[in-house]
Protein backbone atom coordinates (compact mmCIF):
# COMPACT_ATOMS: atom_id res chain seq x y z
CA UNK A 1 0.00 0.00 0.00
CA UNK A 2 1.17 3.23 -1.16
CA UNK A 3 2.71 5.27 2.13
CA UNK A 4 -0.59 8.38 2.82
CA UNK A 5 -3.05 6.08 1.65
CA UNK A 6 -5.59 3.78 3.60
CA UNK A 7 -8.55 1.76 2.51
CA UNK A 8 -10.20 3.38 5.64
CA UNK A 9 -8.79 7.03 5.99
CA UNK A 10 -10.95 7.54 9.24
CA UNK A 11 -9.19 4.62 11.21
CA UNK A 12 -5.41 4.76 9.84
CA UNK A 13 -2.86 6.90 9.19
CA UNK A 14 -0.40 5.84 6.92
CA UNK A 15 1.51 8.88 6.97
CA UNK A 16 4.74 9.32 4.30
CA UNK A 17 8.11 10.31 5.45
CA UNK A 18 9.32 13.75 4.36
CA UNK A 19 10.35 13.95 1.12
CA UNK A 20 13.87 14.93 1.42
CA UNK A 21 17.02 13.01 0.51
CA UNK A 22 18.59 12.44 3.61
CA UNK A 23 23.14 7.26 4.38
CA UNK A 24 23.42 0.08 4.70
CA UNK A 25 23.30 -1.17 8.03
CA UNK A 26 25.62 0.16 10.60
CA UNK A 27 26.59 -1.99 12.96
CA UNK A 28 0.91 0.08 36.59
CA UNK A 29 -0.30 2.10 39.54
CA UNK A 30 1.10 5.03 42.11
CA UNK A 31 4.04 6.73 42.17
CA UNK A 32 7.03 8.01 44.28
CA UNK A 33 8.65 5.34 46.60
CA UNK A 34 12.20 5.52 48.45
CA UNK A 35 14.94 3.61 46.98
CA UNK A 36 16.36 1.27 49.67
CA UNK A 37 20.43 1.75 49.22
CA UNK A 38 22.24 -1.51 48.85
CA UNK A 39 25.52 -2.68 49.59
CA UNK A 40 26.97 -0.10 46.99
CA UNK A 41 25.45 3.39 46.68
CA UNK A 42 25.91 6.49 44.65
CA UNK A 43 22.44 8.08 44.97
CA UNK A 44 19.04 7.69 46.50
CA UNK A 45 15.81 8.62 45.22
CA UNK A 46 14.28 9.53 48.28
CA UNK A 47 10.39 9.42 47.59
CA UNK A 48 8.51 7.67 50.08
CA UNK A 49 8.52 4.00 50.96
CA UNK A 50 10.57 1.13 51.92
CA UNK A 51 10.82 -0.99 49.40
CA UNK A 52 10.19 -5.41 49.14
CA UNK A 53 13.32 -7.37 49.14
CA UNK A 54 12.46 -8.21 45.46
CA UNK A 55 12.16 -4.78 44.68
CA UNK A 56 16.00 -3.33 45.82
CA UNK A 57 18.05 -1.64 43.27
CA UNK A 58 21.55 -1.27 43.39
CA UNK A 59 22.48 2.31 41.46
CA UNK A 60 25.83 1.48 39.41
CA UNK A 61 26.18 4.70 37.89
CA UNK A 62 24.92 8.65 37.60
CA UNK A 63 25.64 11.46 35.63
CA UNK A 64 24.02 15.10 35.32
CA UNK A 65 22.46 15.10 31.79
CA UNK A 66 20.25 17.64 30.33
CA UNK A 67 19.82 19.23 33.99
CA UNK A 68 18.25 15.68 34.61
CA UNK A 69 20.39 12.33 35.37
CA UNK A 70 21.24 9.84 33.29
CA UNK A 71 21.51 6.38 35.68
CA UNK A 72 22.50 2.82 35.80
CA UNK A 73 20.46 0.24 38.14
CA UNK A 74 20.89 -3.14 38.57
CA UNK A 75 18.96 -5.75 40.51
CA UNK A 76 17.89 -9.74 40.82
CA UNK A 77 15.21 -10.46 38.99
CA UNK A 78 12.56 -12.89 39.90
CA UNK A 79 11.31 -13.18 36.38
CA UNK A 80 14.56 -14.08 34.58
CA UNK A 81 16.10 -15.30 37.47
CA UNK A 82 19.63 -13.55 37.14
CA UNK A 83 21.17 -10.01 37.67
CA UNK A 84 19.51 -7.40 35.27
CA UNK A 85 21.17 -4.07 34.20
CA UNK A 86 19.08 -1.39 32.72
CA UNK A 87 19.11 2.66 32.08
CA UNK A 88 16.90 5.26 33.65
CA UNK A 89 17.10 9.14 32.69
CA UNK A 90 15.16 11.29 35.22
CA UNK A 91 14.30 14.81 34.26
CA UNK A 92 15.22 18.01 36.40
CA UNK A 93 11.22 18.29 37.54
CA UNK A 94 11.26 14.46 38.90
CA UNK A 95 14.98 15.19 40.28
CA UNK A 96 14.48 18.60 42.22
CA UNK A 97 10.39 19.04 42.92
CA UNK A 98 9.82 14.82 42.75
CA UNK A 99 6.98 15.97 39.92
CA UNK A 100 5.39 12.83 38.47
CA UNK A 101 6.49 12.01 34.97
CA UNK A 102 5.55 10.25 32.68
CA UNK A 103 7.45 7.14 31.41
CA UNK A 104 8.56 6.01 28.28
CA UNK A 105 9.84 2.68 27.60
CA UNK A 106 12.79 1.86 25.37
CA UNK A 107 13.39 -2.00 23.75
CA UNK A 108 16.59 -2.30 22.02
CA UNK A 109 17.53 -4.18 19.21
CA UNK A 110 19.72 -7.46 18.44
CA UNK A 111 23.37 -7.79 20.21
CA UNK A 112 22.54 -4.69 22.43
CA UNK A 113 22.86 -4.40 26.00
CA UNK A 114 21.42 -1.36 28.06
CA UNK A 115 24.51 0.74 27.06
CA UNK A 116 23.69 1.27 23.29
CA UNK A 117 20.73 3.64 23.77
CA UNK A 118 21.99 5.97 26.12
CA UNK A 119 25.36 6.34 24.38
CA UNK A 120 24.34 6.58 21.24
CA UNK A 121 20.59 7.71 19.99
CA UNK A 122 20.96 11.22 21.60
CA UNK A 123 17.82 10.82 23.44
CA UNK A 124 18.21 12.72 26.39
CA UNK A 125 17.72 16.16 25.07
CA UNK A 126 14.46 15.38 24.29
CA UNK A 127 13.54 13.59 27.30
CA UNK A 128 15.03 16.59 29.30
CA UNK A 129 12.91 19.01 27.13
CA UNK A 130 9.46 16.82 27.34
CA UNK A 131 9.89 15.96 30.73
CA UNK A 132 9.78 11.99 30.40
CA UNK A 133 11.23 9.46 32.33
CA UNK A 134 12.48 6.84 29.69
CA UNK A 135 13.66 3.60 31.21
CA UNK A 136 15.91 0.81 28.75
CA UNK A 137 16.59 -2.75 29.74
CA UNK A 138 19.17 -5.04 28.57
CA UNK A 139 18.15 -7.35 25.32
CA UNK A 140 18.57 -11.30 27.50
CA UNK A 141 19.10 -12.43 30.66
CA UNK A 142 22.83 -12.08 31.31
CA UNK A 143 25.06 -14.63 33.24
CA UNK A 144 23.01 -17.27 33.26
CA UNK A 145 25.45 -19.74 31.44
CA UNK A 146 23.48 -22.05 29.04
CA UNK A 147 24.51 -23.87 26.66
CA UNK A 148 24.41 -22.36 23.12
CA UNK A 149 23.89 -19.08 25.01
CA UNK A 150 27.05 -17.09 23.06
CA UNK A 151 26.95 -19.22 19.85
CA UNK A 152 25.35 -17.34 17.48
CA UNK A 153 24.32 -13.03 17.46
CA UNK A 154 20.81 -13.92 16.54
CA UNK A 155 19.83 -16.26 19.70
CA UNK A 156 20.57 -16.41 23.14
CA UNK A 157 22.53 -13.78 24.41
CA UNK A 158 21.65 -10.17 23.40
CA UNK A 159 18.57 -11.67 21.61
CA UNK A 160 16.00 -12.32 24.12
CA UNK A 161 13.13 -11.37 21.27
CA UNK A 162 11.07 -10.07 24.06
CA UNK A 163 8.96 -13.54 24.39
CA UNK A 164 8.45 -16.18 27.24
CA UNK A 165 10.21 -18.96 26.38
CA UNK A 166 8.87 -21.86 26.39
CA UNK A 167 11.74 -24.61 25.15
CA UNK A 168 14.02 -26.16 27.47
CA UNK A 169 16.81 -24.78 28.45
CA UNK A 170 15.45 -21.25 27.83
CA UNK A 171 12.11 -21.45 29.57
CA UNK A 172 14.14 -20.71 33.14
CA UNK A 173 15.55 -17.58 32.71
CA UNK A 174 14.45 -16.27 28.45
CA UNK A 175 11.19 -14.28 29.91
CA UNK A 176 11.93 -10.98 29.13
CA UNK A 177 7.92 -10.47 27.80
CA UNK A 178 7.24 -11.03 31.89
CA UNK A 179 10.01 -9.03 32.35
CA UNK A 180 9.24 -5.65 30.28
CA UNK A 181 5.39 -5.84 30.90
CA UNK A 182 5.31 -6.84 34.37
CA UNK A 183 8.88 -6.72 36.66
CA UNK A 184 10.73 -3.55 34.91
CA UNK A 185 6.40 -1.74 35.12
CA UNK A 186 6.56 -2.66 39.23
CA UNK A 187 9.70 -1.70 39.86
CA UNK A 188 9.91 1.94 37.88
CA UNK A 189 6.56 2.31 39.80
CA UNK A 190 8.43 1.58 43.14
CA UNK A 191 10.75 3.65 42.42
CA UNK A 192 10.62 6.66 41.12
CA UNK A 193 8.14 9.84 40.64
CA UNK A 194 6.65 8.11 37.50
CA UNK A 195 2.56 9.77 36.63
CA UNK A 196 -0.20 6.94 36.90
CA UNK A 197 -1.24 5.22 33.59
CA UNK A 198 1.07 7.69 31.56
CA UNK A 199 3.28 5.19 30.09
CA UNK A 200 4.59 4.30 26.81
CA UNK A 201 7.17 1.85 25.24
CA UNK A 202 9.03 2.15 21.85
CA UNK A 203 12.19 -0.09 20.38
CA UNK A 204 14.26 -0.59 17.84
CA UNK A 205 14.60 -3.97 15.19
CA UNK A 206 14.05 -6.62 17.49
CA UNK A 207 13.38 -4.03 20.42
CA UNK A 208 10.50 -2.36 18.15
CA UNK A 209 9.04 -6.08 17.60
CA UNK A 210 8.77 -6.16 21.47
CA UNK A 211 6.98 -2.67 21.77
CA UNK A 212 4.31 -4.02 19.30
CA UNK A 213 4.05 -7.10 20.90
CA UNK A 214 4.09 -5.55 24.59
CA UNK A 215 1.60 -2.80 23.52
CA UNK A 216 -0.62 -5.25 21.43
CA UNK A 217 -1.08 -7.97 24.06
CA UNK A 218 -2.11 -5.91 26.70
CA UNK A 219 -4.59 -3.11 26.12
CA UNK A 220 -4.01 0.50 27.79
CA UNK A 221 -1.10 -0.66 29.71
CA UNK A 222 0.62 1.63 27.56
CA UNK A 223 -0.90 4.71 26.33
CA UNK A 224 1.41 5.26 23.46
CA UNK A 225 3.66 2.85 21.08
CA UNK A 226 6.34 3.32 18.47
CA UNK A 227 8.95 1.46 16.96
CA UNK A 228 11.78 2.23 14.76
CA UNK A 229 12.43 -0.65 11.88
CA UNK A 230 10.29 -3.09 13.64
CA UNK A 231 11.02 -7.38 12.86
CA UNK A 232 7.31 -6.59 12.53
CA UNK A 233 6.25 -10.03 11.33
CA UNK A 234 8.58 -12.88 12.97
CA UNK A 235 7.24 -15.77 11.55
CA UNK A 236 7.88 -14.93 8.03
CA UNK A 237 11.49 -13.58 8.54
CA UNK A 238 14.78 -16.05 9.09
CA UNK A 239 15.31 -14.30 12.04
CA UNK A 240 12.03 -14.67 14.19
CA UNK A 241 11.67 -18.29 12.57
CA UNK A 242 15.44 -19.02 14.36
CA UNK A 243 13.86 -17.10 17.84
CA UNK A 244 10.65 -18.31 17.68
CA UNK A 245 11.70 -21.93 17.03
CA UNK A 246 14.57 -21.94 19.65
CA UNK A 247 12.49 -20.39 22.23
CA UNK A 248 8.66 -21.30 21.78
CA UNK A 249 8.62 -24.62 19.50
CA UNK A 250 8.07 -26.32 16.14
CA UNK A 251 4.48 -25.24 16.36
CA UNK A 252 3.75 -22.39 14.19
CA UNK A 253 0.70 -21.96 15.88
CA UNK A 254 2.33 -20.88 18.85
CA UNK A 255 3.82 -18.13 17.27
CA UNK A 256 0.98 -16.20 16.47
CA UNK A 257 1.01 -14.41 20.21
CA UNK A 258 4.66 -13.58 20.02
CA UNK A 259 4.14 -12.05 15.86
CA UNK A 260 2.82 -7.76 15.85
CA UNK A 261 1.10 -8.95 12.54
CA UNK A 262 -0.85 -11.61 13.40
CA UNK A 263 -1.93 -9.84 16.60
CA UNK A 264 -2.95 -7.06 14.75
CA UNK A 265 -5.30 -9.24 12.47
CA UNK A 266 -6.69 -10.72 15.63
CA UNK A 267 -7.38 -7.15 18.09
CA UNK A 268 -10.33 -6.63 19.31
CA UNK A 269 -9.77 -4.18 22.07
CA UNK A 270 -8.98 -0.74 22.69
CA UNK A 271 -8.42 1.35 19.28
CA UNK A 272 -4.41 1.48 19.46
CA UNK A 273 -2.24 3.50 17.17
CA UNK A 274 0.85 2.31 16.17
CA UNK A 275 3.98 4.41 14.79
CA UNK A 276 5.97 2.29 12.20
CA UNK A 277 9.26 4.34 11.14
CA UNK A 278 11.30 2.47 8.33
CA UNK A 279 14.42 3.76 6.63
CA UNK A 280 14.54 2.99 2.91
CA UNK A 281 18.41 2.49 2.50
CA UNK A 282 17.79 -0.49 5.19
CA UNK A 283 18.98 -4.09 3.99
CA UNK A 284 17.53 -5.81 6.53
CA UNK A 285 14.00 -4.55 4.73
CA UNK A 286 15.21 -5.32 1.10
CA UNK A 287 16.24 -9.26 2.87
CA UNK A 288 12.82 -9.51 4.27
CA UNK A 289 13.40 -9.73 7.63
CA UNK A 290 11.25 -6.37 8.75
CA UNK A 291 8.21 -6.86 6.52
CA UNK A 292 6.51 -4.07 7.93
CA UNK A 293 4.21 -4.10 4.94
CA UNK A 294 2.75 -7.20 5.77
CA UNK A 295 1.89 -5.35 9.48
CA UNK A 296 0.27 -2.46 7.87
CA UNK A 297 -2.08 -4.86 5.58
CA UNK A 298 -3.40 -6.63 8.41
CA UNK A 299 -4.43 -3.15 9.92
CA UNK A 300 -5.98 -2.04 6.95
CA UNK A 301 -8.19 -5.36 7.74
CA UNK A 302 -8.62 -3.90 11.49
CA UNK A 303 -10.59 -1.29 11.99
CA UNK A 304 -9.51 -0.93 16.15
CA UNK A 305 -5.55 -0.75 14.72
CA UNK A 306 -4.54 3.10 13.39
CA UNK A 307 -1.34 3.52 12.12
CA UNK A 308 1.32 6.12 10.60
CA UNK A 309 4.39 4.66 8.77
CA UNK A 310 7.18 6.84 7.92
CA UNK A 311 9.60 6.10 4.95
CA UNK A 312 12.96 7.65 5.54
CA UNK A 313 15.05 7.94 2.32
CA UNK A 314 18.35 7.02 2.62
CA UNK A 315 18.63 5.85 5.73
CA UNK A 316 19.63 2.42 6.96
CA UNK A 317 19.02 0.40 10.14
CA UNK A 318 21.56 1.83 12.27
CA UNK A 319 21.67 4.30 15.45
CA UNK A 320 22.44 7.25 13.04
CA UNK A 321 19.26 6.76 11.82
CA UNK A 322 17.77 6.16 15.34
CA UNK A 323 19.38 9.50 16.56
CA UNK A 324 18.29 11.14 13.28
CA UNK A 325 14.49 10.74 14.57
CA UNK A 326 14.59 9.87 18.05
CA UNK A 327 13.38 13.51 18.72
CA UNK A 328 10.25 12.89 16.54
CA UNK A 329 9.25 9.93 18.29
CA UNK A 330 9.51 10.89 21.47
CA UNK A 331 7.62 14.41 20.95
CA UNK A 332 4.46 11.84 19.56
CA UNK A 333 4.59 9.91 22.74
CA UNK A 334 5.07 13.05 24.97
CA UNK A 335 2.01 14.41 23.01
CA UNK A 336 0.38 11.04 23.99
CA UNK A 337 1.12 10.96 27.30
CA UNK A 338 0.39 14.03 29.01
CA UNK A 339 -2.54 14.24 27.16
CA UNK A 340 -3.83 11.03 28.81
CA UNK A 341 -6.99 11.29 31.45
CA UNK A 342 -5.65 9.59 34.63
Known sequence: ????????????????????????????????????????????????????????????????????????????????????????FVPAAALEDKTPCPVLFFLSGLTCTHENFIQKSGFQQYAAKHGLIVVNPDTSPRGVDLPGQDDAYDFGSGAGFYVDAKQEPWSKHYKMYSYVTEELVELVNANLPVAAGRRGIFGHSMGGHGALICALKNPGLYKSVSAFAPIANPSEGAWGKKALTGYIGDNTADWDQWDATRLVSQYESTPQELFIDQGLADNFLAAKQLLPENLLAAADTNEHIQTIYKQREGYDHGYFYISTFVGEHIAYHANLLKATKV
Open 1 to 88: MPPGKSKKPLLKRHAAGPAFKLPSISGRSSFAFTYQPPKKTLGVLSFGHILTANMVLELISSAKCFEGEQRVYQHSSRTLNCDMTFGV
